[in-house]
Nanobody, 125 residues
Framework: VQLQASGGGLVQAGGSLRLSCAASGFIFSIYNMAWIRQAPGKQREFVAGISRNGISTSIGDSVKGRFTISRDNAKNTVTLQMNSLMPEDTAVYYC???????????????????WGQGTKVTVSS
């Protein structure tokens, strides 16, 4: 099983980044997917989740209206589009897969089955 996240980097406040996560080694289409971030010295935070078929999404309150999540089950990828970035968005962003029959709005990070290695996003003011 592998979740390979990419697309992080350094960006100025107000800018945009697009994170991608490529999945392999499991049946991607039957897993809810999520992006979860962890800022230095803080707990993990749910950013966005998407249902197995990609129709339903959930966006965390702190990024609502700025971030969107999407997936392509044919390519086994999940994407996080981040706009209007702010310094407080600085964190390591992880993609995660949840194979149980739970909501795509699962805020319990301990319930996710698979995790990527993370990609670092730094937003300068």
């Amino acid at each position: 099983v592998q979740l390979q996240a990419s697309g992080g980097g350094l960006v100025q406040a107000g800018g945009s980044l697009r994170l991608s996560c490529a999945a392999s080694g499991f049946i991607f289409s039957i897993y809810n997917m999520a992006w979860i971030r962890q800022a230095p010295g803080k707990q993990r935070e749910f950013v966005a989740g998407i249902s197995r078929n990609g129709i339903s999404t959930s966006i965390g309150d702190s990024v609502k209206g700025r971030f969107t999540i999407s997936r392509d089950n044919a390519k086994n990828t999940v994407t996080l589009q981040m706009n209007s970035l702010m310094p407080e968005d600085t964190a390591v962003y992880y993609c995660a897969a949840d194979g149980a029959l739970r909501s795509w709005d699962n805020r319990n990070d301990y319930e996710y089955d698979y995790w990527g290695q993370g990609t670092k996003v730094t937003v300068s003011s």
